[in-house]
């Protein structure tokens, strides 16, 4: 009975021995496959040159950077869903390399792509490698986008590869992966935005009289011209010859003496002139007011600057250029020498030959009449022009026969684009 009772209980207590050796072991064991469990990659990108559904031959720069530092004989693996088109893929279409961060791992073998496996596989065979540094992987061609718009996940693994320093044990020891993650891509329906706009044909002209170069409007606008520099009378449109007499030119950029009493520069013509017309634009010139009809040998095809009664200064004769010397009794505009004539970009405007002032500074061209006469170039382009800006004088000198008082013409503009 003794015996029996001695037996149980050797008995109980080897098996609470065992019990408490299994949990042990399994504790052990738990303990073992924790410290083994792979690393997470927390930094990871890929970098597309096109979401779209069924775009072939898209551009992919995957990006990231390894939780476990890199050395000679680390397998790197990339998985792709099979929905991806990898049927062309092979290793002349990839490349990879680690950037800086420890002793990056400079060579690599790349392993033979099979499309059915849906990996990329690189083993570093750098035997001073310790990288820690970011691994690119970029693909250049032969990978086609999915046919459905979905998310889509590649993995990212690397990899212990054992003594045979093979992918897949095929040297007889096992792969043991050290560092795992994944980037998620978005395959869209289109990833194109189509921008669409127009362009009428356009002209824009302006017109501006002031001694220099600035913009200012007709009477009533915002910032009116001035009649000549010191006027400050906001005038308009105004070119004030001033005072005029047989010893002298006036001529705009003068300073000379004006009816209000003060002295002020001549105001020159300004012109703007933008237009997107294939055929470019012409400007010209005519006077609705002034008729050559008394003075020296009478054309009602030219304009003049009347005065009171018969009296007029007739213009400079058409289709020429002429000289006005003092005591002349002729007046005229033309380009001014050496003056503005620009554009933002292209080619600047062609001065017509007749106010180009070719002859001299002292040489201009006529002013037609719209009695006998028809409007006259003064400038043109055969292109579209951006943002034309030319520069043009006004000059008069009276004959001994021109009596006192005041002298007046008014000259119309007119900008024609060719479209």
Not at 48 to 64: A, G, K, N, Y
Not at 85 to 100: E, F, K, R
């Amino acid at each position: 009975m003794n015996k029996l009772l001695l037996n149980r209980r050797n008995f109980r207590a080897l098996s609470l021995l065992t019990i408490f050796s299994f949990a042990f072991n399994m504790f052990a064991a738990f303990v073992l496959v924790g410290s083994a469990s792979a690393a997470p990659i927390t930094s990871a990108s890929n970098t597309m040159s096109r979401l779209q559904v069924s775009v072939v031959d898209v551009e992919h720069e995957i990006v990231f950077t390894p939780a476990t530092a890199i050395l000679e004989n680390t397998g790197v693996a990339i998985t792709l869903s099979s929905d991806f088109g990898d049927t062309d893929l092979d290793v002349t279409d990839y490349s990879i390399v680690q950037g800086a961060g420890g002793t990056a791992c400079s060579t690599w073998t790349e392993v033979a792509y099979v499309p059915a496996n849906d990996v990329m596989q690189f083993i570093c065979t750098d035997a001073a490698a310790n990288g820690t540094g970011p691994i690119t992987v970029e693909i250049t061609q032969d990978l086609d986008n999915p046919a459905t718009a979905a998310s889509y996940e590649f993995g990212l693994f690397t990899y212990d590869l054992g003594d045979d320093d093979l992918f897949g044990g095929a040297g007889g020891d096992a792969d043991t992966v050290i560092d795992t993650g994944e980037v998620e891509v978005s395959i869209v329906d289109d990833d194109t935005v189509n921008v669409t706009g127009y362009i009428d044909t356009f002209i824009t002209f302006d017109i501006d009289t002031a001694d220099t170069d600035v913009d200012c409007d007709a009477a009533g606008g915002v910032a009116p011209c001035d009649s000549h520099s010191t006027a400050g009378d906001e005038a308009g449109y105004v070119v004030s010859l001033g005072e005029m007499n047989t010893s002298a030119v006036n001529n705009s950029g003068d300073s000379v003496l004006h009816a209000d009493g003060l002295t002020g520069t001549v105001n020159y013509i300004w012109f703007d002139l933008s237009t997107n017309a294939d055929g470019g634009a012409v400007v010209t010139v005519i006077s609705y007011y002034g008729e050559n009809d008394e003075d020296g040998t009478p054309s009602n095809a030219l304009s003049a600057l009347e005065g009171p009664g018969d009296n007029e200064i007739r213009s400079v004769p058409a289709a020429t250029e002429t000289e006005i010397t003092a005591g002349d009794g002729l007046y005229g505009l033309a380009w001014l020498t050496g003056g503005v004539n620009t554009v933002a970009t292209g080619t600047a405007a062609t001065i017509s030959a007749d106010y180009d002032q070719t002859g001299g500074a002292t040489f201009y061209g006529s002013v037609p009449s719209s009695v006998g006469g028809t409007p006259a170039s003064i400038f043109s382009s055969t292109a579209p022009l951006d943002q034309s800006r030319t520069q043009f004088v006004v000059a008069a000198s009276p004959d001994a026969t021109d009596g006192t008082g005041t002298y007046n013409d008014e000259l119309t503009f007119i900008a024609t684009a060719t479209f």
